[in-house]
């Protein structure tokens, strides 16, 4: 089974901080993702990368930076984090392509205060 | 207009009753598609692929509709552990994303 671990079910952080979050896959796969997911919006594609060091954005990127030097790794860095980034962060990972399903990690309920 | 749509619901539907989502998708060119069940607070979990011949796994069965541009999951014989919300996931044929729905809510009654 495909695992995807990601390192905080709850984080809480204040303004302004430079926030990390961390996934970290052990399948081997090419394609990583974040999103977030909020009430009545569904999930929403912040970056994805598709190789070490590739990155690609996705629907919202803004305020958000992401960093994969290792493949098995990829992280979510908030810059300076803000009120209207409390959300659920949901990392995914895939083989490949878009052919193969998603397997998504745990979450991250990050509230900022 | 959306990549993908769901009617959000919520279906609240009796144990044992059989119930059916539609989800409709806007590029004709998409390829994969995918039904995913995600509980209150946890992450979405894979629940099955959609072939085009369609595909069942036991009390589930997921339709491809190309003409119409839709894809549907049935449930048969509905348990209390069925209730939850239900996204569709369309993907294109080129390019890495994943398209979600927003969700269908799903709760069965005693």
């Known amino acids: 089974d495909v695992k995807v671990t990601q390192s905080s079910r709850y984080l809480v952080k204040r303004t302004g901080e430079k926030v990390f979050l961390e996934c970290v896959q052990d399948?081997?796969?090419?394609?990583m993702f974040w999103y977030r997911q909020d009430p009545g919006l569904g999930l929403r594609l912040i970056y994805f990368s598709y190789d070490v060091k590739m990155k690609e954005k996705g629907d919202i990127p803004e305020g958000y930076s992401v960093s994969r030097e290792k493949k098995e790794r990829f992280s979510l860095i908030l810059e300076s984090a803000s009120t209207n980034q409390t959300s659920m962060y949901l990392c995914a990972s895939t083989l490949g392509g878009n052919y193969q399903p998603q397997h998504f990690g745990d979450g991250t309920r990050l509230s900022i205060l | 207009r959306k990549e993908v749509e769901q009617d959000p619901g919520p279906f609240n539907v009796p144990e044992g009753a059989t119930v059916a989502f539609n989800c409709t998708y806007s590029?004709?060119?998409?390829?994969?598609f995918f039904w995913y069940r995600q509980d209150c607070r946890k992450e979405p979990k894979l629940l099955m692929s959609?072939?085009?011949s369609g595909n069942e796994d036991g009390r589930f069965t997921a339709q491809l509709n190309r003409a119409s541009q839709y894809i549907s999951l049935l449930i048969r014989d509905s348990k209390l552990s069925d209730s939850a919300t239900y996204l569709c996931v369309v993907a294109p044929n080129t390019g890495n994303q994943f398209y979600f729905g927003t969700g269908t809510s799903l709760t069965v009654i005693p």
């Open positions: 399948m081997d796969h090419e394609n």
């Open positions: 959609v072939y085009s």
């Open positions: 590029n004709s060119a998409s390829q994969s």
